[in-house]
């Protein structure tokens, strides 16, 4: 089992979660994070880190959110491994609350 990001992180990618992360999982695009599914141990620790609740168990994904296991594989081998906490987006707060965002997934 894995831990994903979902689509609340989008246009916020706040870092908290890979503060905690004790292997380097974290991968940074230009405004979302994605977990590398072969590199994490499933600890949880990144989990309840999140404000905007963007990271669940694979096993808890709805339906309607498989997609975001594929994507983060996908994403985790183009993008850099991120292993320290950085400031969120200047608008990161604006974002927070808005649904459906992945249509503004930078890639």
């Known amino acids: 089992m894995t831990f994903v990001v979902t ?3 989008i ?3 706040y870092t908290d ?9 974290f991968h940074e695009g230009p405004n979302m994070l994605v977990i590398d599914p072969d590199e994490c141990i499933d600890c949880t620790l990144c989990e309840p880190e999140c404000p ?4 669940l168990s ?16 996908e994403l985790a081998k183009l993008w850099p491994v991120l292993n320290e906490r950085k400031p969120p987006p200047d608008d990161a707060d604006e974002w927070k609350d808005v649904k459906d965002k992945l249509e503004y997934l930078e890639r």
């Open 7 to 9: 689509e609340s992180c």
């Open 52 to 55: 905007v609740d963007a990271i």
């Open 17 to 25: 979660c890979v503060e905690v992360c004790p292997v380097d999982c």
């Open 58 to 73: 694979e096993d808890d994904l709805s339906e309607g959110q498989r997609h975001y296991l594929d994507l983060n594989a």
């Open 11 to 13: 246009k916020c990618k």
